[in-house]
């Protein structure tokens, strides 16, 4: 059994958020409850994400939408490129969870455990 780590973080990697996915599921599943009740300007995100619902939602909430866009979408949307060149921030953050090897190899069993881990694995990246 395999399992995804949706992770939401800060302008400067600091995790704020996460949640576990079965491996299967396609991320746009879990960005609701990973954005509910947060405030923010902006949300930087990767082709797996470009949705109109999502974007709705994000221009609704006033933030600012800077998601690579799928190759099937008709009419692209502008994109600040400057900004998504920040998107590297996330990818550090899961460079530095995957440093750990328990997380890597997803040794835990159960979801408790691993979200448990995730945790603390997080708190070591941010006491660094």
């Known amino acids: 059994m395999t399992s995804k ?4 973080t800060d302008a400067l990697g600091n995790l704020v958020r996460f949640i576990l996915l ?21 949300l930087i995100a990767d082709k ?14 006033g933030a600012k939408v800077v998601i690579s866009q799928s190759s099937q979408r008709r009419a692209p949307l502008d ?5 998504y060149k920040c998107r ?15 997380i890597a190899m997803r040794c835990d069993k159960t979801d408790a ?4 881990m995730v945790n603390l694995v997080a708190a070591i990246i941010n006491s660094r």
């Open 5 to 8: 780590i949706l992770a939401l």
């Open 22 to 42: 079965p491996g299967q599921r396609h991320d746009i599943t879990g960005i609701a409850p990973l954005i509910k009740d947060v405030e923010f300007d902006g």
């Open 48 to 61: 797996a994400f470009d949705a109109n619902g999502l974007i709705a939602d994000l221009n609704q909430r």
């Open 79 to 83: 994109i600040d490129l400057e900004i």
């Open 88 to 102: 590297h921030l996330i990818e550090n953050f899961f460079c530095k969870l995957k440093e750990f090897k328990r």
């Open 113 to 116: 455990s691993f979200y448990a």
